[in-house]
């Protein structure tokens, strides 16, 4: 043991734990929180965030495990983490925890106004049996042209995330509930901090690149549906689930109401009901709204904050917009390689 004292925590603490802090509760927080626990027992691993289920905005998401290219992320990387959510998700809905984890197989088509100019995306060969849709398929939507059809996951998260959560405490996780207003809080107790906090992170952080984007579904009781339809203008879906069937949305960025509209609401139910027309004989459940934590991409990555006399390590996975679910599981694997890299090269540090 080096004589100095050490600048960083972790010579000391790493001889017995090191303490990693993960904040926030959503999809996102609770997958790396999984991840780091049961890959790294050298490390006792807190959860602390200010909201839990079912008060995330991981709970309002729709659910769908779908892709899109996100701008700054070389594709591979994009198609590693699509792929790693997939096969994860693909596993629970074949297991006997599918209805506890509230994961299922999921068939139906995404449909284009235009031709899109890439007809095989990335992520064609990761669902199962894409394919173009067939003239007869799309005569029912006069107003597209062209459409996907496959199968893919849906998770609920309302289910999903207490499910993380009796994992992640299975792992030896401890959680907290606290508002954290500033990463310095956390560098007396903690060794690593892992930041989850989706649209805290503007706050949080200081990330100006986050904005939020306004989402709202109505729950419909609808239980003859059982394919899904996504217009690509991404403004309008049908995604049937476990208990009710998810019709949405709507894009609104920089938009922070967090009650429902009920003129969102009509537009939602008319264009749904243009889509699939039996939906005007369903019945509205229940309707929520939430905060997509809008980003051009993820910002997955890891840097070392200056806190008090020494730097913490800090890794950051969040501004997954439209996508967290689909991309939770795959950022998070990433998330838990930037951990390790912080376990080998902290102690080199401090012996600087
Ligand atoms: C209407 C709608 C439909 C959607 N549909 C889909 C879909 O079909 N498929 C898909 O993949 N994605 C979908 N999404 C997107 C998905 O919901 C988000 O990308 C995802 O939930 C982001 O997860 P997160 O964990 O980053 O954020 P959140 O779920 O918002 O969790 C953030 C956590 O951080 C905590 N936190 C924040 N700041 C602080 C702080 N300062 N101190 C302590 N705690 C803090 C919060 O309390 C919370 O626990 C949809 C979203 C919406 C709104």
């Known amino acids: 043991m080096s004589s100095k004292a050490p600048r960083c925590g972790l010579t000391f603490s790493r001889m017995k734990t090191v303490r990693v802090a993960v904040v926030g509760a959503g999809v996102i927080g609770f997958s790396t929180a999984v991840r780091i626990a049961e890959a790294l027992p050298i490390c006792s691993v807190t959860l602390l965030a200010e909201k839990f289920s079912p008060d995330t905005t991981s709970d309002v998401a729709a659910g769908i495990v779908l892709a899109q290219e996100f701008p700054d992320i070389p594709l591979e990387r994009q198609r590693r983490w699509f792929k790693d959510g997939f096969d994860h998700f693909f596993a629970i809905a074949h297991s006997e925890d599918a209805p506890e984890a509230g994961i299922m197989m999921c068939s139906g088509c995404q449909i284009f106004r235009e031709a899109p100019a890439n007809m095989k995306p990335y992520w064609s060969d990761i669902v199962i049996g894409y394919r173009p849709m067939t003239d007869r398929e799309l005569k029912r939507f006069p107003n597209h042209k062209f459409g996907q059809a496959f199968t893919t996951l849906k998770c609920e998260c309302s289910s999903y995330l207490p499910w993380l959560e009796k994992r992640f405490r299975k792992a030896g996780g401890r959680v907290e509930q606290r508002r954290v207003n500033s990463l310095q809080e956390l560098s007396n107790d903690f060794d690593i901090i892992v930041n989850c906090t989706g649209l805290g992170s503007k706050t949080l952080v200081g990330d100006d690149q986050v904005q939020p984007i306004r989402g709202q579904v109505l729950k419909m009781d609808a239980p003859w549906l059982k394919h899904f339809i996504r217009d690509v203008d991404g403004m309008t879906y049908i995604y049937p689930g476990i208990h009710s069937v998810t019709i949405g949305g709507t894009r609104q960025v920089e938009d922070m109401r ?54 913490v390590p800090v890794v950051h996975n969040y501004g997954h917009g439209g996508w967290g679910v689909s991309f939770s599981w795959g950022t998070s694997l990433d998330a838990l390689g930037l951990v390790r890299q912080c376990l080998q090269e902290i102690p080199l540090q401090a012996k600087l």
Do not use: T, W
Not at 272 to 286: D, I
Not at 301 to 307: A, F, I, K, P, T
């Open 258 to 311: 967090l009650h429902v509209d009920e003129g969102d609401s009509r537009s939602i139910l008319e264009r749904c009901s243009r889509l699939e027309p039996s939906l005007r004989k369903a019945k509205v459940l229940y309707q929520s709204v939430g905060l997509r934590p809008g980003r051009r991409s993820p910002r997955v990555e890891r840097e070392l904050v200056q806190m008090g006399g020494r730097q």
